[in-house]
């Protein structure tokens, strides 16, 4: 039921967290990795992003169930997706959130220091992945071709990367493959010295997606005013 689902996820948030804590450790050690260095200067696919555990330490994730895998479509979205079946409750993904995100006001291309474009494996990858209509009424997509390869166009695709991202916690680079769902099958919790959990909501089969919710609070109002706040705040 979802009462005993909610109850399993609750009772793994105040297990796990030790081990994952001391594991995330020893792995920053070992390749020197901080939460204010994570995603810094870090470009690549998303599957080259999750290729190996240095890869993936590098956008700020510690642990990536071996049960879960990437979805990618025809047209270069991503998705995480089920390998193997996964019991309600059990952790997926361990990450901090990737650091030092004031970029200092810079423009791309400026001589500024201090700026440092966000992991190009997050969405939007392409313009062509903008929000079909950003806050609700900016058309990104029908911007010409030619903008995005100016500095204003670089800007705010790297910005774009930030904005439908970002969550309440921060910014996650894996955290941020899996897709929305009103009726997710997974959720996230907070734990110490800036770790995010993903962890399983209820059983997840092989072959089906996993899901969150990027709104919690939307989730019990009208689909129509679900839909109207994703337009507003995610752009679809």
Known sequence: TVAASIALGKRWQHRPRTRARRAAARLRHAVGVTAASAGRGVDGTPREVLATAETRAAVGCYFFSDKIDLLESEDGEVGIVAVKPVPAGEMLIVETPIGELDSGGSWPGSAD??????????????????????RGYLPLRLLPHAFWDTGIGIWLLDYLRFAVNVCDSGLFVVGSFPNHSCAPNASCAAGPEGLNFTYALEPISVGQEVTWCFQDEVRKLPCWQRRAILLFRQGF
Do not use: D, I, K, V
């Open 113 to 134: 220091p201090l700026w440092q474009p966000l992991p190009r494996c997050l969405s939007p990858r392409s313009p062509t992945q903008a929000p079909l209509l950003y």
